[in-house]
């Protein structure tokens, strides 16, 4: 029988509970949201006592089921004050569900000045205290846990950023090569780790794909059934395992979406240089460790990551996803793949949202504080500033909304004080509904309208006119909550978005492993649930419709080449998030 | 006929306009406020060209009302994102209201990178550019303002912080000695004038006391009512005149109500040293141009402030008032009046809030970034750090919430982004409520409760027990945003609550003057409707009842010496906004 493992870091207590009924059907964000509603109080400080990190494998993670080895974390966001749910693949949630752990839930703070890791294994799980590892980066630490642990342990950590509790610090999941550059990243998550002194998460499993199923022939069908779609989806199928996610640089870029110079155009004139294309001509001329197509979990049949090398054939960084390369390219005005690649490794390594971590450095870049394109600067303010926490680094690490107040910018391309990802909402409209009111914040993945708006997945509708991006969205944003809490990677809805039977198949799955009798109208039903949960959440903390709009700028400042302003009226926006 | 002047900085243009039959019999607070629900978009950014800053004389202001020379200063607060007005006396506002201006509305955005200072004087008003008083401290500017337009103008102006757009920095006035230390300060309306590119504003009027009375045998007999009434009273008619407002150190001590180091005590050791006892000693011993019982306004009857002399009997700085001696003093462990007073000069000259930066400094002593009690290091990151502008004199500049946000502490005494002033409202449970729901954030002179609670002025309510804070602070609210809008000093308020003969005195000079028949009920419902204005004006922004709370802290940490906690109900809390 699955467990809750809560741990008590003022008791310096980690104790495993039976899972109440309630929660036996909810998995991942579901069950991260559910927990966060339950338990932390809205109004709560991010950093106090009574927020909690909430670490949850999605139903299906720990199976068989193709690409679900993904972990949700959950908890009140020191970015945003917002609830936050943000995961991530890697090693650890698999070998989490074998351990039968539904769940971890860190609450209060510890009652010193320590470190401490929480180790999860076959003989239960345990807070050890560890002042030794304070300070270390996110490579180091991995390297010294593999050696205390044993190879293969799958670990959650926190950099230097989450121990100073910087608000935009991520948590850190490993790969199979011990890699740290997985991250649950956004939201500041890592700075609730931080708050309650918890540097890192050992899960040591023997059993990967061992998690119990009901009915394993049906199960094994279902599962056959979503590979297929998965393998015959061009998305999925093509160019994601041969150019990765950052395939997408050319394609937006054209589409006059890449957002550049702190959103001050849609078109970067480096954007070749910095995308898939590109990586892979350097995977393919450098050698060595260099990789492209690279799975992040065991199981994963997309394998959309990669590995970029140095020019010496090591590895520079591990991976470089779009959405990273543009926050700290495009973004930054910044057209060399190296430097990129470096300010990559060092998020990663310090423990920085990369997303967060490009719009934040944008904001600055027009601030003055350093120039557009200046990659070296960037870099000595990651590795020297953050880490060393200065008054510029401690900037930089509370995110774009804080640095435009503090800097008096009004250019600042934030929702409820997260920065908006690798698409400009004013030429692909239906993701600045998304931005608008995703209960997280300015989020990509909550609904992803580029689907349907550039990539016509899940149908079309033309990105540039404002009609039809709510509804769009809204039912994006209902189908995502329900992928994010079976543990399926998000990169499966390509396929659940245009193969009918591939969504099929997950409820089937479900149905297998639970003993369930899940129709797809139960998938959508539970998606919304997921989705008022939230909503509820924030509304009990303050946020109303004031809330779910895009920045000031965006509505007045035409961006190049389409010359678009977002124009969705907020009528349409505000129907969305009544689910 | 009294008009508005309208300047707008987009077309660099400065035009009279009639004033709005609606607008008539509005003046001060009700003036700004209702302008600003008028004609701000409550969801705009408050430094981009849609806020306006809007600058009016009280409804008596440039009469010979007594101490009726306020100015209101109102806007969208770059610091909270609520409607603000703050108020300051000095020269100006007589001089303002003698020349018939009822309002001055500045809005859009300078076309270039130029700073302005708006001249208006007995010839009309006109806008002109001086790009040569860009960066300049406040001493130095008022210096060449007089120099150049003549002595004895008003002036209304920033300093390098309003420039930088800093969240905290307030807007200047000066007195008959030209000393910039009259200041809006809460808020960051000096903000506003900086995104603005508006320097300075300079008035000029031969008459101070001559705006039309209709019936001038009344009010002569009411304006001599009130300055008896004043006079009797020993707060107004004793103990400002002769320690000024500093004379509450030593009693809000005594009250175990002074917070001291980030609001982690209510008494401080050295409280006695920073006191208007020890000011007045300074100023006997030191004597040359130190001063107690200095007016800030012509036709001042309580004259409470102060010049605080140096060792050779020049100016340190004048005024230092008793929220200064707090913030730069108790609130960061400094008990050296000298560092104080040149803390309070400094912040003056770049142009900060004293009280927003003594809390943004004790915030930054409990982060570890200086030390408490080191008055040296504090003056230097004001003298160095805001006026260059460094990331740490931009965090500074940028408030104790930002600080807050960007170092990872929990202990932020604010609300809405607002610091709180010299009470702690564990041990000043009505002060507490004042905080929590004023819509100016954590404000005293919103509802000053700590009349009933401490001083025993309108009343007695027991400073520590939860009831009847609500409806104390309810009642001085609504007396507030009347005292507010009519020009009268905040400090006519212990006579009006004492004295009945007080405030009807105020009544019957608005009367006289305007010709209305109000009685005191009108004058409840005049403060009801101005409160209400701005409570709908943030519910638009996007605050509701989850914002009128205190940091969570001060529900959890007792405070010593009487070790209480903030307790005063929710329900409670809620009751107070509905108007």
């Known amino acids: 029988m699955a467990k809750l493992l809560r741990v008590n870091m003022s008791r310096l207590e980690a104790r495993f509970e039976d899972v109440p009924d309630k929660y036996r059907l909810l998995g991942g964000r579901a069950l991260t949201s559910r927990i966060v509603a339950d338990e932390v109080p809205p109004t709560c400080h991010p950093l106090g006592p009574r927020n909690k ?5 999605g139903l299906l993670t720990g199976t068989t089921a193709p690409s679900s080895g993904r972990l949700s974390v959950g908890g009140k966001s020191p970015l945003t004050g917002t609830i936050k749910e943000t995961n991530a ?4 949630p698999q070998q989490l ?15 010193d000045k320590n470190w401490y890791t929480l180790v999860v294994d076959e003989a239960g799980a345990r807070l050890e205290a560890t002042p030794e590892y304070a300070g270390l980066g996110c490579y180091e630490l991995n390297r010294r846990l593999w050696e205390r642990y044993g190879e293969g342990a ?3 950590c926190i950099g230097p950023a989450g121990e100073m509790k910087m608000a935009i610090a991520g948590v850190s999941t490993n790969d199979s090569e011990n890699d740290p550059g997985r991250y649950a990243g956004r939201g500041g998550m890592g700075a609730v780790m931080g708050a309650k002194g918890l540097k890192a998460i050992v899960v040591k499993s023997s059993k990967i ?11 094994k069908d279902a599962q056959q059934r979503l590979a297929k779609a998965l393998h015959e989806h061009p998305v999925s199928g093509q160019t994601l395992p041969s150019l990765g996610t950052a395939a997408l640089v050319n394609v937006i870029n054209e589409a006059g979406a890449l957002p550049t110079r702190n959103f001050s155009s849609g078109r970067f004139e480096h954007a070749a240089r910095t995308g898939g294309e590109a990586m892979a001509e350097a995977v393919k001329q450098r050698g060595g460790k260099g990789k492209m197509g690279h799975a992040c ?7 959309c990551s990669n590995i970029i090398p140095d020019e010496k054939g090591e590895v520079l960084c591990a991976p470089v996803e779009y959405e990273s390369t543009w926050a700290l390219g495009a973004n930054c005005g910044i057209g060399n793949l190296d430097h990129i690649a470096m300010l990559n490794r060092l998020c990663n390594d310090v423990g920085l949202d990369t997303i967060e971590t490009g719009v934040t450095l944008g904001v600055l870049m027009e601030a003055g504080v350093l120039a557009f394109g200046d990659g070296p600067r960037a870099i000595d303010l990651l590795d020297r500033d953050v880490r060393q926490g200065t008054p510029l680094g401690r900037i930089l690490g509370a995110g774009s909304a804080v640095a435009g107040k503090v800097y008096g910018v009004r250019r600042v391309p934030a929702v409820k004080g997260q920065g908006m990802p690798a698409y400009d909402p004013r030429a692909i409209k239906g993701i600045g509904v998304t931005y608008a009111t995703s209960s997280m914040g300015a989020d990509h993945t909550a609904g992803y309208a580029v689907a349907a708006n550039v990539l016509k997945v899940g149908g079309f509708v033309d990105p540039l006119k404002p009609e039809g991006q709510a509804e769009l969205s ?24 245009d193969i009918p039977d591939a969504l099929q198949a997950t409820v089937d799955m479900i149905n297998a492993m639970y003993g369930t009798t899940w129709t797809v109208d139960d998938a959508v039903a539970y998606g919304k649930e997921v989705l008022r949960t939230e909503v509820a959440f924030n509304r009990a903390a303050g946020f109303t419709a004031a809330h779910d709009r895009l920045p000031e700028f965006m509505y007045e400042e035409k961006l190049a080449p389409h010359n678009e302003v977002f124009d969705v009226p907020d009528e349409d926006l505000d129907k969305v998030t009544v689910f």
Do not use: M
Not at 53 to 57: E, I, K, L, R, Y
Not at 209 to 219: L, T
């Open 89 to 92: 693949g890697g090693i650890t």
């Open 97 to 111: 569900a074998n351990l039968g752990v539904k769940a971890i839930i860190v609450e209060g703070d510890r009652p």
């Open 209 to 219: 794909f061992d998690v119990p199923v009901a009915n394993k022939e049906a199960f």
């Open 297 to 303: 979990h065991p199981g994963c049949v997309i394998r």
């Open 154 to 156: 799958g670990i959650i």
């Open 474 to 497: 809204r039912n994006l944003q209902i189908a995502t909550a329900y992928v994010d809490s079976t543990g399926l990677c998000l990169f499966t809805a390509f396929a659940l978005l």
């Open 53 to 57: 990190v909430v670490f949850a494998p």
